[in-house]
């Protein structure tokens, strides 16, 4: 058998080298070429065949190797500098000298995809520009809901580094690691960008590129170090990448660790010889090695698919790491560990983990983690911010003392079908959000929730939340199966409470006490609402108002309501009676476009904001008798009305009442100061008594026929002061 495919055999595995015996018949003729060639290009691996193929790169490996024979590297030459090249492809173009610099870029990065160039010192070993494009304040992160790297947004801003030592180039994406080999954008060719882009940095910069005919040849999860060979990896982080085989590329430098004495799991060192479990990137704040203290003995176990790593310590049982052929950690077992800090195994992506004495857990509990399927948390009681995000694998969970839980818990972990937590009684911000599958959810004893609590949680259809009594903003938002709710103790919801819920058709909220902007705002289904002892609705913007939009609400009790803020219950075309005994205080635009109402009661409003029933078509009385103060257009164009009582009414500001055409009489008898447009085109007008106004306010008086009323007024008094005289 030829001696070049025994060589790629021994290297690669036979299903390689059966590979490259079709791929390369004649170059196999010539001993030693293809071996030479590949084992320059390609660090020893029996995972190659499996990755070329996987990814149906079968003729791109081919047009790869036959790069390297008699043929030199393309490089496109055009006369145009690196900045004029960025200007014609759409970009902006800028280079980093300081810290300050780079820190700058940051404001374009969503949250969790920020680039571990902005964790510090990266000029230390770089030279760091940037690519932005010149629209990219209208490339948003949101309209971008399945990544890929070389999408529009994430080709809008690109990080252009170049390692100090060995030139070696990496174009790093703005989606970060949420896109496989983010750090390889456009295959890290510059031409792939704009052709002549690579000609013009090697001529600005000094140096020939590190690019090796990345153009031709890209492969996921293979970096390219600067000793001209690909090597598969596990993880890269801050531009380390953690490799099988006891390898680690730090800034395109190889490292090469004795198996004898270590071994490289995920992106940690375990130290046979003087037993410890440590980060190789001291910058990382992964807390895992702070449950390995004290260590007495570390013994590794082979199985048919990886190791058993067996750690032991004096007085507890022992820890079982299991790894797989890569040296990637995919299952935990510690019997021990009752706290754990923050940033648990954040990189890593193990896909079993049990924990069973474990009590409580900082923030950004497995981060990364895409693939964790089975998880056993028996004792849980706490856990902070960002537990367990973008899980993919996880269908369900059961945490049975889970009692409070920081922000973004479990949120993006779409295909959950099933939790159980019986304890829970406080969540943070963006509980679950982002779940497709989850149908039915019962907290028996939650008490409080975040804001965002059940966003994009669109298929629930069953809520038990019995103890609950205080929400955040945006419960429960964009909800399209929910259609019956029983909150029996929420005392105050927070803004958007259940926004866009069009189908919920019973809600119960007894002791609902205060409300915010946008409270069950596009209702389609609702006709009648309970609130006994809602006292304060705070909203401002129209479109945001409570009830907005609920346009078949037909019965509304609110017996203990006393301040609303503005455009209370707007667009409503159903309700025909409305009373708010205890109300004092309304906002502007109260009952806007709520045209048939024919009866009000509110006998101690003492304020109204502008706007007040606009456009009625059906009250025809009007009994405020604490009302002292309204702002412009009160009562603007609701011409039924015939008879208003205003009693201690102190204060109006312009348009008071515009545009009626029943009303022949009116008495304000405590109204002091009035503006512009004052009962103005109310046509029918025949008495009007208002002794306490202020003479000099008389003249914004403009209706023709208040006028005249005032004048005859005006000489009946002077007849009988003349009379009386004589």
């Not at 304040?137 to 070389?150: L, V, Y």
């Not at 090796?212 to 600067?226: H, I, T």
């Not at 410890?276 to 004290?294: A, G, Q, R």
Request: net charge neutral.
């Amino acid at each position: 058998m030829n001696k070049d495919y025994n060589t790629l055999k021994k290297y690669y595995g036979e299903n390689f080298a059966q590979l490259c015996r079709g791929l390369f018949p004649t170059l196999l003729e010539q001993e030693g070429l293809l071996s030479n060639i590949i084992l320059s290009k390609f660090s020893p691996n029996h995972y190659l065949y499996d990755d070329i193929v996987s990814q149906e790169s079968e003729e791109d490996f081919k047009n790869y190797i036959y790069c390297f024979i008699n043929v030199e590297k393309d490089n496109i030459e055009i006369n145009k500098s690196v900045k004029e090249l960025l200007s014609d492809a759409g970009y902006n173009f800028y280079e980093c000298k300081s810290e300050e610099d780079i820190q700058s870029f940051k404001k374009y990065y969503a949250k969790g995809e920020e680039l571990c160039t902005f964790n510090g010192g990266r000029l230390n070993r770089c030279l760091v520009f940037w690519a932005v494009k010149k629209n990219v304040d209208r490339i948003k992160r949101e309209d971008f809901e399945n990544p890929t790297r070389e999408d529009e947004y994430g080709t809008s801003v690109m990080s252009i580094q170049f390692t100090k030592e060995g030139h070696t180039l990496s174009i790093k994406n703005r989606y970060n690691h949420h896109v496989n080999n983010p750090d390889a954008t456009y295959s890290n060719n510059l031409d792939n960008i704009i052709p002549g882009l690579t000609n013009a940095f090697e001529r600005e910069c000094g140096f020939r590129i590190n690019q090796n005919n990345y153009s031709r040849f890209k492969l996921p999860n293979y970096v390219l170090a600067d000793d001209g060979k690909w090597y598969k990896f596990n993880y890269e982080i801050n531009n380390i990448y953690y490799c099988p085989d006891n390898i680690i590329i730090d800034n395109g430098q190889v490292k090469q660790y004795d198996k004898s004495r270590y071994l490289i799991i995920d992106y940690f060192i375990i130290d046979m010889k003087k037993k410890k479990l440590e980060l190789f990137d001291k910058t990382l704040k992964d807390c895992f090695p702070d449950s390995f203290i004290n260590i007495e003995k570390i013994q590794t176990i082979k199985t048919p698919k990886g190791k058993n790593i067996v750690i032991k310590a004096p007085e507890k049982e022992n820890v079982i790491i299991t790894i797989n052929k890569l040296n990637k950690i995919v299952s935990i077992d510690d019997k021990n560990i009752k706290v754990i800090n923050d940033y648990y195994l954040y990189h890593s992506n193990l896909k079993e983990l049990n924990l069973p004495k474990l009590e409580k857990v900082g923030n950004n509990f497995l981060y990364f983690n895409r693939s964790l399927n089975k998880i056993n948390l028996p004792n849980l009681k706490k856990a902070g911010g960002e537990f367990l995000p973008y899980n993919l694998k996880l269908t369900n969970l059961n945490l049975p003392k889970l009692q409070v839980v920081g922000n973004y818990f479990i949120w993006k972990n779409k295909i959950i079908e099933e939790i159980n937590f019986p304890n829970l009684e406080k969540v943070g911000d963006k509980f679950m959000f982002d779940n497709l599958y989850l149908t039915k959810l019962n907290l028996p004893n939650l008490k409080e929730g975040g804001n965002l609590f059940l966003e994009m949680n669109m298929n629930i259809e069953e809520l038990n939340l019995p103890n609950l009594e205080k929400v955040g903003g945006e419960f429960l938002p964009c909800n399209h199966k929910l259609t019956k709710l029983n909150l029996p103790k929420l005392k105050k919801a927070g803004n958007y409470f259940l926004y866009q819920n069009e189908i919920i058709s019973e809600l119960n909220l007894p002791n609902l006490e205060e409300v915010e902007d946008c409270f069950m705002s596009k209702n389609k289904l609702l006709t009648k609402l309970d609130l006994p002892n809602l006292r304060v609705i705070s909203s401002y913007n129209y479109e945001s108002s409570f009830l907005y939009q609920n346009e078949i609400i037909s019965e509304l009790n609110l017996p203990n309501l006393e301040e609303v803020g503005g455009s209370f219950l707007a667009r409503n075309n159903s309700l025909t009676r409305l009373s708010l005994p205890k109300l004092k205080k309304a906002g502007d635009y109260f009952l806007n476009n709520n045209e048939i109402i024919s009866e009000i009661n509110m006998p101690n409003i003492e304020s109204i904001g502008s706007c007040f029933m606009p456009n009625n078509l059906n009250l025809t009385k009007l009994d405020l008798p604490n009302l002292k103060e309204v702002d412009g257009l009160f009562l603007e164009k609701n011409k039924a009305i015939s008879k208003v009582n205003l009693p201690n009414l102190e204060k109006v500001e312009d348009n008071f009442m515009p545009d009626n055409n029943s009303i022949k009489k009116i008495d304000l008898p405590k109204l002091k100061k009035i503006y512009f447009g004052f009962l103005e085109n109310n046509t029918i007008l025949e008495e009007i008594n208002f002794p306490n106004l202020n003479n000099d306010n008389r003249s914004c008086i403009n209706n023709k026929r208040i006028i005249s009323i005032l004048e005859k007024k005006y000489q009946r008094k002077l007849k009988k002061v003349t009379e009386k005289a004589k």
